[in-house]
């Protein structure tokens, strides 16, 4: 007998049948939530007419350790490591997500160059997030890991300069508000830069042996398409959005840190399926690049750190702030409520995983249980950013 | 975009018998909301989603916060008075046709006890699904018409609400063979003097 059954095996047993008034008689199977395909410890409870899903429960929750609260009993500075933990793929971003909201709730401003390093980052952390996101949406449909290995090389020299600069491969612990932690050197430069001139080449690539490949055509197209209002209306932001040829980007609306100098494009889908949400991520892969190639061509000497930024002991005035960005998932936005101590009073993640989650069912409906694992894997979820 | 103050009159012109309030954000963001009356909120969320200038047809963030009794001294008359808790929701509004926002509006419960149902804006903005479950499941804030409240984050028949700010933590203490500071504080009430200790282990 376990101490805490509650938590150790999910209510009811993994299939049983179940009865509908309309359907008749169905299967119900729970899927997860340590299902290799649930990218970590996501549960579907997913209800089977033959092989039809007809309905679709998603049920969170196991990887859920309140970062809010701990956030609210520490201070503005302590928290920031944490962010790291929400998305672990793309820690840089959720740093300057975080910063980005402190810095509107203390009126801080930035340097220019660790506005640009910032850019540098996200972009590198959005190539790290999108080729590995395409390598294990092809470990989803079967072709079990070589695109995944190939993803994961240039991963790694991604995650080698993170860790020469930050000290850490993933949990970066980079940004600071009011600039970034320490400057880059010359070499770090111009190594980086080498990297993004290389990565159209590894693209080229990719794309030769993924984008036209017969068995992903025959899966992805037409397979848990959204039409544009409906994506809207349910809150779906990032590429699963622009999927459906919906023309928004944080980057471009908000135009934050000095993304309205750099010069790109956004691209849209037309038909809203999982082919279109992975051609996004290939298609932003190759904006990232241009913005990149900007940024280390534009790239302004000067501080990294605004001097007169304080982050021990940090006291914001009482009020409040809501500060977003293009995270490489969807909109990732900090709200935070200052009552004046050096704790937040009121800290909360605006998750893009768990938001995007909001049409899975309806992505779903028809399609069969191996076509709902390639959709989830479309989606792009990271369960540290789902539970929190 | 229109100001805040214009859509709060434009608003009260739709609506004279709702009360609509200016919330002041007096940090450096600025950015200011309005506190809505939760009786007229389904429709007013309906004119705004629906609205030709505003369209505010994405509903970005939607969260809970905990606001307990306080008590407040007048400066002058040292008089104490306390000033009633209340839950609230927040909802920040952009719109994604007209590329502008956020217009960000409150709703307050009449107590943090009893009556804590305000209305679920999912039916308007289905965004705000998951997220009024987790609202519902960390605050207690029960959203009336929503389709599937149910708890998201914590286990089916789990109690109490854990991001309220009076939540206190269950005793889950585990044996340390020195304990110090607050552990051992924690580890008194644990293990009362009466009750059997734990037994040591001998070097």
Redesign the interface.
């Known amino acids: 007998m376990s101490l805490f059954p ?2 150790t095996a999910p ?1 009811g047993p993994t299939v049983r049948a179940v009865h509908d008034e309309f359907h008749g008689d169905l299967l119900e199977v729970s899927m997860g939530p340590q299902h290799p395909s649930t990218h970590g410890v996501f549960r579907m409870v997913v209800t089977l007419d033959g092989e039809q899903i007809v309905k679709l429960k998603p049920v ?2 196991y990887l ?1 350790r ?1 970062h ?2 701990i956030a609210e009993n520490t201070s503005y500075l302590s928290s920031m490591p944490y962010t790291d933990r929400l998305d672990y793929l793309c820690s840089m971003s959720n740093n300057w997500a975080y910063a980005l909201a402190v810095e ?4 801080l401003t930035v340097p220019d160059r660790a506005q640009y390093l910032r850019v540098i980052m996200a972009e590198l952390t959005r190539l790290v997030n999108h080729s590995c996101l395409v390598g294990f949406l092809f470990n989803d449909l079967g072709t079990s890991f070589t695109p995944l290995l190939y993803a994961f090389r240039e991963r790694e020299k991604i995650l080698d300069l993170f860790e020469s600069l930050s000290g850490s491969r993933m949990m970066c612990n980079y940004q600071r508000f009011g600039g970034c932690r320490v400057d880059p050197t010359p070499e770090w430069l111009a190594t980086a830069s080498a990297l993004v001139d290389n990565f159209p080449k590894f693209l080229d690539e990719y794309e030769t042996m993924l984008s036209g490949n017969e068995i992903m055509l025959a899966r992805t197209q037409g397979v848990g398409r959204v039409a544009a209002a ?1 994506a ?5 932001t990032g590429p699963g959005l622009r999927a459906c040829g ?1 023309d ?1 980007d944080v980057r471009k ?1 908000d135009g934050y840190g000095f993304y309205p100098r750099f010069d790109f494009r956004v691209p849209l889908g037309a038909h809203g399926d999982t082919y279109d949400r992975y051609m996004m991520r290939i298609l932003e892969m190759r904006e990232s690049v241009k913005i990149l190639q900007q940024a280390f061509r534009d790239l302004p000497a000067g501080p990294v750190m605004d001097p007169k930024a304080k982050l021990r002991g940090f006291r ?7 500060g ?1 960005l293009e995270g490489p998932k969807g ?1 990732l ?1 900090f ?1 935070l ?2 009552d004046g101590s050096p704790n937040p ?2 800290y ?1 993640v ?1 998750p893009p995983s ?2 995007n ?3 899975l069912e309806e992505m779903c409906l028809g399609h069969t249980i191996a076509d709902a694992v390639v959709i989830l894997g479309s989606i792009d979820i990271v369960l540290g950013e789902v ?2 | 975009m229109e100001t805040l103050e214009q859509i709060r009159d434009r608003l009260l012109a739709r609506f004279p018998a709702a009360k609509i309030e200016l919330v002041v954000n007096p940090g450096p963001a600025a950015e200011h909301s309005l506190l809505l009356d939760a009786a007229f909120a389904p429709e007013i969320a309906t004119f705004l989603h629906d609205d030709e200038v505003l369209r505010l047809d994405y509903c970005s963030n939607a969260t809970g916060i905990d606001w307990p009794e306080k008590e407040i001294i007048d400066a002058t008359t040292k008089a104490k008075t306390v000033q009633p808790g209340y839950l609230e929701a927040v909802y920040h509004l952009y719109s994604m046709s007209r590329k502008h926002g956020p217009v960000i509006l409150r709703l307050r419960t009449a107590n943090r006890s009893d009556q804590v149902t305000l209305p679920s804006f999912t039916p308007v903005w289905k965004s705000c699904d998951f997220q009024e479950c987790e609202i519902y499941d960390l605050y207690g804030i029960v959203f009336a018409g929503h389709p599937d409240l149910r708890r998201l984050l914590m286990w089916h028949g789990f109690k109490d609400h854990p991001m309220r700010r009076d939540y206190v933590a269950p005793d889950d203490y585990e044996w340390e063979p020195t304990p110090h500071g607050s552990v051992l504080d924690r580890a008194k009430v644990h293990y009362p003097a009466t009750a059997p200790q734990p037994e040591t282990p001998k070097p």
Not at chain 1, 104 to 107: A, D, M, P, R
Not at chain 1, 232 to 236: F, L, R, S, T, V
Request: aromatic share 10%; net charge positive.
């Open positions: 509650h938590l209510p969170f929750g859920h309140n809010e609260k509107k709730l203390g009126g409906q809207i209306n349910a809150g779906i919906v928004y609306v914001p005035k009482a009020g409040e702030a809501y977003r909109e936005g709200y409520i200052s009073w009121r909360r605006r768990l938001i989650l909001t049409l539970d929190r």
